[in-house]
């Protein structure tokens, strides 16, 4: 029988291989690397597509075009399998609509089923549960993420990166699969769940992501994410945080550089300014976009959302004056936590996503400091709503005195009481 578990040096020669053979179409021999023409073309395209075009790339700023090297370090090499299109479309009940988790830049994500050891289909609700990303079969660009994706989450591996099964690269077909993250996206949780997500899960999701950040930065050979957004960040059932896509990652500088000089890519709203407007890309970049989220998180606003004011579209030149002032802070706790939040950990979130989004990236924090913020404020109970209540039943205690009735009490805590989030602490351990 064939061997159906692709060994990392075989897999990469022939994945590049195989690129060559089904992307001649676009070979980036035909046209050249250098030309502007083609990274416009193919890059605008792109970019357009999964909504992160954020500036014209700079000719004078271009790097490689292909993805980078994936590090050494952290090697595990044998552990991808290689499917065949025919066993995905198996597992995906031939792409059915009604399996279809997302749709991103790529292509849409649907879940499927595959036997415990090895490649086969499984019947739906059996063996394992998988999403499998299936890339628009249109480009360059798109297969050139793709490589980079298998490159990195191939030999990557950290319980706070989400971990890829295998793939499949088949003429024109270029497919991934990764275990299944039962709550979807954090992106769905904040922005589209009508259920609002209780504060400590957001501290737990924070977390997740930091450790994940931390992990590619302190690697031997650091890598830099360069696409940390909620959309990326997905969830297991018990809300522990995993990053996602590594398309557009890239091996961070090394021995005296600084930053590494490359196109511009990322989406709106998420990238470092200085790395939008010069190209020079740093861990500090992750650490900026990391304050995004945090901002999110915290606020329940999307980062760029052009359904509200005008002043208020740009979430953290909206949110600056807030985080600068500590007495104006609790403007800006989103709106549908209620009182089901931490009093410190919103001081704390908000000085910490204030420093994440420093303009001068030697000013932020390292995301290892980062995760030594966030650990303690898992075990914060001085939640708004406690105090709230014990306030009311001394005001009740002194009415019940002088009324001789507790009437009031009963009704003036009621709605409170029943709030969803009343009980979300419990929830989350
Ligand atoms: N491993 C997975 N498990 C469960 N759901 C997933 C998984 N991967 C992706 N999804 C779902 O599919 C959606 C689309 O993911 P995808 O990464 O293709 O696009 P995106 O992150 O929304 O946008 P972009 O293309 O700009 O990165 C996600 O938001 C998530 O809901
Ligand atoms: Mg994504």
Same mark, same amino acid.
């Given at each position: ?34 030309? &502007? =023409? $083609?990274?416009?073309? +193919?890059?605008?395209?792109?970019? @357009?597509?999964?909504? *992160?075009?954020?500036? !014209? ?74 999403a499998v990303k299936s890339l628009k079969p249109d480009g360059l660009q798109g297969h050139r993420e793709w490589m980079a994706e298998v490159d990195f989450l191939g030999q990557l591996h950290h ?16 497919? &991934? =699969? $990764?275990?299944?993250? +039962?709550?979807?996206?954090?992106? @769905?949780?904040?922005? *589209?769940?009508?259920? !609002?997500?209780p504060w400590c899960n957001r501290i737990k999701i924070a977390l997740g992501a930091a450790k994940g950040l931390a992990f590619l930065h302190g690697s031997p050979e650091p890598v830099i994410y360069r696409d940390f957004k909620a959309s ?198």
């Open positions: 029988m064939e061997n159906k578990w692709g060994c990392w040096a075989l897999l990469k020669w022939g994945v590049r291989g195989a690129c060559k053979s089904s992307a001649s179409r676009n070979s980036a021999k035909t046209i050249p690397r250098t030309s &502007l =023409v $083609y990274d416009a073309a +193919t890059e605008t395209r792109y970019l @357009n597509a999964s909504n *992160r075009e954020l500036c !014209p790339p700079n000719e004078a700023q271009l790097s490689s075009d292909n993805p980078d090297p994936p590090p050494t370090g952290n090697k595990s090499p044998c552990q991808l399998l290689q499917f065949t299109f025919q066993e995905l479309k198996s597992a995906t009940g031939n792409f059915r609509p009604d399996s279809i988790l997302g749709e991103g830049g790529f292509g849409y994500v649907f879940k499927g089923w595959i036997e415990e050891n090895g490649t086969a289909p499984a019947k739906p609700g059996s063996g394992i549960t998988v319980p706070n990166l989400v971990k890829l099964v295998g793939y499949c690269i088949e003429d024109d077909q270029r497919l &991934l =699969v $990764y275990e299944f993250m +039962t709550r979807g996206s954090l992106e @769905n949780h904040l922005f *589209r769940r009508t259920i !609002p997500l990326n960040i997905l969830l297991d059932s018990e809300y522990n945080a995993k990053l996602s896509d590594f398309g557009l990652a890239k091996a961070g500088p090394q021995g005296d550089k600084t930053h590494v000089s490359t196109r511009v890519v990322g989406t709106y709203g998420y990238a470092a300014p200085e790395y939008v407007m010069t190209g020079h890309l740093t861990s500090k970049s992750d650490v900026y976009s990391f304050g995004v989220v945090l901002l999110e998180i915290l606020t329940g606003r999307r980062s760029m959302d052009k359904k509200r004011p005008s002043g208020e579209q740009n979430l953290v030149a909206w949110a600056r004056p807030y985080l600068a002032d500590k007495r104006k802070l609790y403007q800006l706790v989103d709106p549908r936590l209620e009182l089901n939040y931490s009093l410190k950990g919103v001081q704390k979130v908000s000085q910490l996503a204030y420093n994440c989004l420093s303009r001068d990236p030697k000013s932020r924090p390292t995301m290892d400091e980062v995760v030594k913020v966030l650990i303690p404020l898992q075990d914060l109970n001085d939640l708004v709503i406690l105090s709230y209540h014990s306030r009311l039943s001394q005001q009740a205690r002194r009415k019940k005195k002088s009324e001789g009735t507790q009437q009031h009490r009963n009704a003036s805590s009621k709605s409170i009481r029943d709030s969803p989030l009343n009980t979300g602490k419990q929830r989350c351990r």
